[in-house]
């Protein structure tokens, strides 16, 4: 891509509109340049084949269309299929494609790295080295996209990969704004949940932002003790606070907020801990996602046995709270948050998918 050629990946549709204007050319060409690239997913001009020849020579040489590309590839055995994507600076970022009956999930990172190392999460031990753009992340669900055949079409997005979303605020609201526009992706933010590990001002920046996303917050503990163990984002952002944050956030029509909780044996998955989240959780329309931790031998912690994860989650069932327990998927391909990387920097098991 030459220096000076704008990245249409990363461009909203009335950006792409003002560009091709400002090139003196109708508007209705950027509207239609959108759409080859976000809808159709073409990747060249030479692609774009209802732009004229001498159109597209003319763009050439300032408008390109970029895209990570897969530097790994993984499937499980129950279908989860696992990438590892190269971006233009030679870093590499994590996305998932999780099938399940009625749905296709895509599982996308927004950081390469992040800086808040919780204990129990391999991203956290890399450390934080860059945000995401719009267009790596608007690339990586289309570049995922690319890789399903073609009658099949992501239908919900998490973004619950590498990295901290509310962080890279500015860029992830870019890009799920274009991907959500119906000319372009066309996902309904009903399908998308953004996952937090409970930065309370993004938050209140997401609620005001009304993009409609789904919420999801990560609070793994029921004691603000535990929990800045778990995640040092707590010492900031309490529990008390965290969670007034979580009441104001506007959620249309019978939707609910997420909590998620990975169980940690002997950590936070008592009895008692389940009778405390009863009592946080009190008045927040809400589910639980319990999440069996996936361990590595990086990580301190180990998983909770099955049976105290199913008593956990009869506690809150007892007490008319909704939790489902993760079935965890691609367990033999290093499915976990950061561990496609974490293996690929060791050198470790071969590609095979
Ligand atoms: N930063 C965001 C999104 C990335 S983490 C957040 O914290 O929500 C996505 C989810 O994976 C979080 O719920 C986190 O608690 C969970 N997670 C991280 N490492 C894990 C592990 N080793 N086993 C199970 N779940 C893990």
Same mark, same amino acid.
């Given at each position: 891509?030459?220096?000076?050629?704008?990245?249409?990946?990363?461009?909203?549709?009335?950006?792409?509109?003002?560009?091709?204007?400002?090139?003196?050319?109708?508007?209705?060409?950027?509207?239609?340049?959108?759409?080859?690239?976000?809808?159709?997913?073409?990747?060249?001009?030479?692609?774009?084949?209802?732009?004229?020849?001498?159109?597209?020579?003319?763009?050439?040489?300032?408008?390109?269309?970029?895209?990570?590309?897969?530097?790994?590839?993984?499937?499980?055995?129950?279908?989860?299929?696992?990438?590892?994507?190269?971006?233009?600076?030679?870093?590499?970022?994590?996305?998932?494609?999780?099938?399940?009956?009625?749905?296709?999930?895509?599982?996308?990172?927004?950081?390469?790295?992040?800086? $808040?190392?919780?204990?129990?999460?391999?991203?956290?031990?890399?450390?934080?080295?860059?945000?995401?753009?719009?267009?790596?992340?608007?690339?990586?669900?289309?570049?995922?996209?690319?890789?399903?055949?073609?009658?099949?079409?992501?239908?919900?997005?998490?973004?619950?990969?590498?990295?901290?979303?509310?962080?890279?605020?500015?860029?992830?609201?870019?890009? $799920?704004?274009?991907?959500?526009?119906?000319?372009?992706?066309?996902?309904?933010?009903?399908?998308?949940?953004?996952?937090?590990?409970?930065?309370?001002?993004?938050?209140?920046?997401?609620?005001?932002?009304?993009?409609?996303?789904?919420?999801?917050?990560?609070?793994?503990?029921?004691? %603000?003790?535990?929990?800045?163990?778990?995640?040092?984002?707590?010492?900031?952002?309490?529990?008390?606070?965290?969670?007034?944050?979580?009441?104001?956030?506007?959620?249309? %029509?019978?939707?609910?907020?997420?909590?998620?909780?990975?169980?940690?044996?002997?950590?936070?998955?008592?009895? %008692?801990?389940?009778?405390?989240?009863?009592?946080?959780?009190?008045?927040?329309?809400?589910?639980?996602? $319990?999440?069996?931790?996936?361990?590595?031998?990086?990580?301190?912690?180990?998983?909770?046995?099955?049976?105290?994860?199913?008593?956990?989650?009869?506690?809150?069932? %007892?007490?008319?709270?909704?939790?489902?327990?993760?079935?965890?998927?691609?367990?033999?391909?290093?499915?976990?948050?950061?561990?496609?990387?974490?293996?690929?920097?060791?050198?470790?098991?071969?590609?095979?998918?």
């Amino acid at each position: 891509m030459s220096g000076t050629a704008w990245d249409l990946t990363g461009l909203l549709q009335a950006e792409v509109e003002a560009l091709m204007v400002g090139l003196g050319l109708p508007g209705y060409r950027g509207r239609q340049i959108f759409q080859w690239v976000q809808a159709r997913r073409a990747t060249s001009l030479e692609t774009m084949t209802s732009l004229s020849r001498q159109l597209r020579a003319e763009l050439s040489s300032r408008v390109a269309v970029s895209r990570p590309v897969v530097a790994r590839a993984q499937r499980a055995t129950d279908g989860t299929r696992k990438f590892l994507f190269g971006l233009h600076d030679g870093e590499e970022i994590e996305s998932v494609l999780i099938p399940d009956e009625d749905r296709l999930t895509a599982c996308i990172s927004t950081q390469v790295g992040c800086p $808040l190392a919780c204990r129990f999460c391999l991203t956290g031990l890399m450390g934080m080295r860059r945000n995401l753009t719009a267009a790596e992340i608007v690339g990586e669900v289309l570049l995922l996209q690319d890789q399903l055949e073609a009658a099949e079409r992501i239908s919900n997005l998490v973004l619950m990969g590498m990295g901290e979303p509310l962080l890279n605020f500015p860029q992830v609201e870019r890009a $799920l704004r274009i991907l959500c526009d119906p000319h372009g992706a066309n996902f309904s933010a009903r399908r998308i949940t953004l996952s937090t590990a409970g930065h309370g001002p993004g938050i209140k920046k997401l609620a005001e932002s009304d993009l409609g996303v789904n919420l999801a917050v990560s609070l793994n503990a029921t004691t %603000d003790a535990v929990r800045d163990q778990l995640m040092p984002i707590n010492k900031r952002w309490p529990i008390a606070v965290l969670l007034e944050a979580c009441r104001a956030y506007p959620l249309p %029509d019978r939707r609910r907020l997420t909590f998620e909780y990975v169980l940690l044996d002997g950590v936070n998955d008592s009895p %008692d801990d389940a009778k405390r989240l009863v009592r946080l959780l009190r008045g927040i329309h809400c589910k639980i996602n $319990l999440i069996p931790f996936n361990a590595t031998p990086d990580l301190p912690d180990r998983p909770s046995p099955r049976e105290r994860i199913d008593l956990f989650q009869r506690v809150l069932g %007892d007490a008319r709270l909704t939790a489902t327990i993760r079935e965890s998927r691609g367990r033999d391909i290093s499915a976990a948050c950061g561990m496609l990387r974490v293996e690929r920097e060791r050198g470790g098991p071969a590609p095979s998918g």
